[in-house]
């Protein structure tokens, strides 16, 4: 039996990593507005407060991005993106829900966009309608059916979301069949190594791939000695680079282990902080914040703890910078960084920068 397939966090680093290419494979009119030689910022934390009363505890692969318009006015607009694996019923009308919450919160300019990664070929949905007593409601909103996409063009110009697709199909189409999903990520494994793609583009993707189709240990253990077949046989660059990254997958096991060791002395200090907010501002919203507060404790914990077992110190000003941080992504890219930096001087670098 395969291991199952997080869709949803695949998707999420997708659109953090390759948000350019993302939207020239699937809006490409979108892209064309687009000023891309000006720095987007993602606002994770923004959209977890303007959905945070929708559903509870419901993970989902959604993204909202600042972006500028290229057409000469300098005026910045919000990209909501989401990515839907399943077929979800409520998805037209979610998505108006939360264009008219991130529009009423900003008051800016809102673009909405959904990727329909679903395997219902008639599965299509686009416009939320409401009609009352002659008040009439229509929000239209830009698709993309992965399953219909031609990717043959842009895995030919490189394009490495193209590739993220590929596996996504091989991911949906092998179920429970783990030797099928075995010979399709070799498959996709060695055509990436032969795309002439750069370096870090090829370790990114392999990441996704690798997540998208996780396998049971003992075809995992094949795959890895088909690849060092392949190389022997083929001159084939990059392999060590995928033996490098499975080794690299004990940061995300830590991560776990850490989050579970210490969330609930984060939580109790999260909760203290809730009970606060609570007093001033409503039992609901203290107690939420109260959860957020937990997660940033708990993650920051992770990342002083293997620091010190990695390197057996954290200087102050790394510490206190860390103290600081109050964004979920970055604390978690930290976390990563914290597993698989070669030096504490490399770490140091990266979580003193702006």
């Not at 993970?59 to 910045?76: F, H």
């Not at 993309?144 to 199909?169: F, M, Q, S, Y």
């Not at 203290?286 to 997660?295: C, D, I, Q, V």
Request: charged share 35%; aromatic share 8%; glycine share 6%.
């Amino acid at each position: 039996m395969n291991e199952p397939t997080d869709y949803d966090g695949a998707w999420k680093e997708t659109l953090e990593r390759f948000l350019p290419d993302f939207l020239s494979l699937a809006f490409p009119s979108l892209h064309a507005e687009i000023d891309w030689s000006h720095p987007f910022r993602f606002l994770d934390t923004e959209l977890r407060e303007v959905v945070r009363d929708a559903e509870a505890g419901c993970v989902r692969a959604d993204k909202l991005v600042e972006v500028r318009r290229r057409d000469g006015t300098g005026e910045w607009i919000l990209v909501h993106a989401e990515v839907q694996a399943q077929r979800d019923d409520s998805l037209a009308e979610r998505m108006f829900r939360y264009y008219y919450r991130i529009l009423d919160r900003f008051q800016r300019p809102v673009v909405s966009v959904a990727v329909l990664a679903d395997p219902h070929p008639s599965w299509k949905p686009s416009v939320y309608e409401r009609k009352e007593c002659g008040c009439e409601l229509l929000f239209r909103f830009p698709i993309c059916k992965l399953a219909e996409l031609d990717l043959t063009p842009w895995l030919d110009a490189g394009n490495p979301v193209a590739r993220v697709i590929e596996a996504h199909r091989v991911a949906q189409s092998t179920g429970n069949d783990p030797e099928r999903r075995r010979a399709g990520k070799l498959a996709i494994v060695r055509r990436l190594m032969l795309s002439g793609m750069p370096e870090p583009a090829i370790r990114e993707v392999l990441r996704l791939v690798h997540w998208l189709l996780a396998l049971p240990r003992p075809q995992e253990l094949v795959l890895r000695s088909e690849l060092r077949n392949l190389q022997q046989e083929q001159n084939m660059p990059y392999i060590s680079t995928y033996d490098r990254l499975v080794r690299e997958e004990g940061w995300e096991k830590g991560l776990e282990k850490g989050l579970e060791k210490g969330l609930e002395k984060g939580l109790e200090k999260g909760r203290e902080e809730g009970r606060e907010e609570g007093r001033e501002e409503g039992w609901e919203k203290g107690l939420e914040k109260g959860r957020e507060a937990g997660r940033l404790h708990a993650l920051r914990e992770v990342v002083m703890e293997q620091l010190v077992q990695r390197f057996g110190t954290i200087p102050d000003d790394v510490r206190e910078r860390i103290q600081g941080i109050e964004d979920e992504v970055r604390l978690r890219s930290l976390v990563r960084a914290a597993f698989v930096s070669p030096s504490l001087e490399s770490f140091s670098q990266a979580v003193l920068l702006p």
